[in-house]
């Protein structure tokens, strides 16, 4: 999974990607945990796409940004990509470490700095050149800074639990 810093500011999400609008649910969550305004948002590599190649009715499920693509690398059915995206936030690096541990990340020899995002082989996003990528914001995950409590997975449930 991929790592980034948040804040939570006004009903949104600032991140590196642009601010994202946070669901009833996950605003409710945040609120009953007491959340404070810095989190970290997680994304899989998976979520990731050109957004050449996104049709206009998932377009609105997510956001799309600009970067420089540093790696491609073909796997045949796929296409990863690397690239840096944006972490000057005041959020402490070590928090973002830790969790790129525990994630797994630090054993694919993956950096903090580098964000992973798997796309469509059709892509034609090139190494060194400038790409316009969309994320699904449906599947982002946020975690507490300090305690690494993913408040997405406690949003999930309780949109599941049986009502008395």
């Known amino acids: ?11 949104s999400l600032k991140t590196p990607f642009g601010a994202i609008a946070m669901t009833p649910q996950l605003r409710q969550t945040l609120t009953r945990a007491n959340a404070g305004r810095e989190v970290i948002v997680g994304f899989r590599p998976e979520n990731f796409e050109d957004a050449a190649l996104v049709g206009p009715q998932e377009r609105e499920h997510g956001i799309t ?12 059915s796929d296409v990863y990509v690397y690239f840096a995206q944006g972490r000057d936030n005041t959020l402490n690096v070590d928090q973002l470490a830790e969790l790129a541990q525990d994630s797994g990340q630090a054993d694919t020899g993956g950096s903090g700095d580098t964000v992973t995002a798997r796309l469509d082989s059709a892509t034609q996003v090139r190494e060194g050149q400038e790409a316009e990528l969309w994320v699904d914001t449906r599947a982002m995950h946020v975690f ?3 305690t690494g409590k993913n408040y997405t997975k406690e949003t999930q449930e309780d949109a599941v639990a049986p009502t008395t």
């Open 1 to 11: 999974m991929n790592f980034f810093p948040g804040t939570l500011e006004e009903g």
């Open 144 to 146: 507490d800074p300090q």
């Open 65 to 76: 940004f600009r970067t420089t693509v540093d790696v491609v690398e073909s796997m045949g």
